[in-house]
């Protein structure tokens, strides 16, 4: 009987540390590794690994006195649909994973998101603008504003900054581009502006022609862009290709050095609303964006800097919480984040609060904007 006790004992203290084994706290990251929205999901790791990094080399992740390793896994989910659903069942199998950075795509993230609801993980956005996804449940939350407050700015900069007297809207057939189209519309009348016209395209459009000639005709002297840099930068080529003298207004996911390497010199007066610029002259700033560039070969973007502060957001809120889920997820909602993204706090909801800096395209590269 003995014996059997101290099996059974045995068995239950590997049980009990099988979360973490070898002194490691996991952390995933969920994302576009391949194909054409790589770009995000490898901003996206490669940033968490700085931020780990970063705490690591300060002893790690302390919880009842005992300093915890942060380790970054990472999964690819193509951004496919299935793949998002079968990689959060992955992550939720695997106790010693103690919350989730992402997905990237609004669509994406709400088919993941109520796998990381019912099994009690945190999981954080740090770019899901749809107004429904933080609604999944209590442990969803977005490093990221609602798409109705991001398209505000920029609507700001079409109606006010650049004086748009038929401003048009072009939107990708997505679920978020049409939520961000929708927005758009919707502040450019609220700001008092001419909305002229609406267009769509589909995400690997590559002929604008038509869509150029109707803008035209509509007498369009902005057109705002519901859509990643793989729309904005072939747009803004045939605008140019075109004749078509027009001011383009993206949004945050515009601001990529991809943008500027497939527009060229069509990239030129491309103006976006971010909540994070590069060229921030804060020291603060300038130390990240010099350990980010040294690691990795190009300044961070804005996306990929609200997935480095969305890891150290959730390391804060596992070192004051312990190893207890629901604990972690009430922490989440205490934040009061000094971050590289700015002040970060979450309203009832889970959605983040920020203020955007308005930036263009200015001499093949980006700088604050000039109207």
């Known amino acids: 009987m003995k014996k059997i006790f101290a099996i059974l004992l045995t068995l239950a203290l590997l049980v009990g540390s099988a979360a973490f084994a070898e002194g490691t706290i996991k952390i995933a990251v969920a994302a576009p590794m391949t194909g054409d ?35 970054i896994v990472e999964f690819d989910d193509k951004s496919d649909s299935d793949e998002a659903a079968i990689i959060a069942e992955k992550i ?14 609004s669509g994406i993230c709400m088919v993941a998101a109520p796998t990381y609801q019912d099994a009690q993980y945190v999981d954080i956005s740090p770019t899901a603008s749809h107004a429904d996804f933080s609604k999944i449940g209590d442990y969803i939350f977005r490093n990221n504003t609602v798409i109705t407050v991001e398209t505000k700015t920029g609507a700001e900069m079409a109606v006010t900054d650049l004086a748009g007297k038929a ?5 990708i057939d997505t679920e978020w581009g049409q939520s961000a189209g929708n927005a758009m519309e919707e502040n450019i009348k609220a700001l008092g502006g001419n909305f002229a016209l609406r267009q769509e395209v589909s995400t690997d459009a590559v002929d604008f022609a038509t869509e150029v000639a109707n803008f035209k005709a509509a007498g369009c002297d902005v057109v705002m862009v519901a859509g990643m840099y793989g729309t904005l930068a072939p747009f803004a080529v045939a605008c140019k290709n075109s004749g078509y003298d ?6 945050s996911n515009a601001y990529t050095a991809n943008l500027i390497n497939i527009a060229g010199e069509a990239a030129e007066g491309i103006y976006a609303p971010v909540s994070f610029f590069a060229g921030n002259t804060d020291e603060r700033v300038q130390a990240y964006v010099k350990a980010y560039t040294d690691a990795y070969g190009a300044a961070p973007s804005a996306l990929t800097t609200q997935a480095y502060d969305s890891v150290g957001i ?58």
């Open 314 to 371: 959730l390391l804060g809120a596992i070192e004051r919480a312990g190893f207890d889920r629901e604990a972690i997820k009430n922490e989440m909602y205490k934040t009061e984040y000094e971050g590289m993204s700015g002040y970060t706090t979450f309203d009832e909801n889970g959605d983040a609060q920020k203020i955007f800096t308005k930036i263009m395209v200015k001499d093949g590269a980006f700088q604050l904007a000039e109207f």
């Open 167 to 171: 401003i048009g809207v072009l939107s």
């Open 246 to 251: 027009v001011k383009l207004v993206g949004c």
């Open 92 to 105: 939720v199998s695997d106790e010693n994973i103690w919350g989730v950075i992402g997905h990237f795509a």
């Open 37 to 71: 929205n790589a770009e995000y999901g490898i901003g996206f790791a490669n940033a968490a690994k700085l931020m780990a990094s970063e705490w690591n080399a300060k002893g790690g992740v302390t919880v009842d006195g005992q300093s915890y390793t942060v380790e």
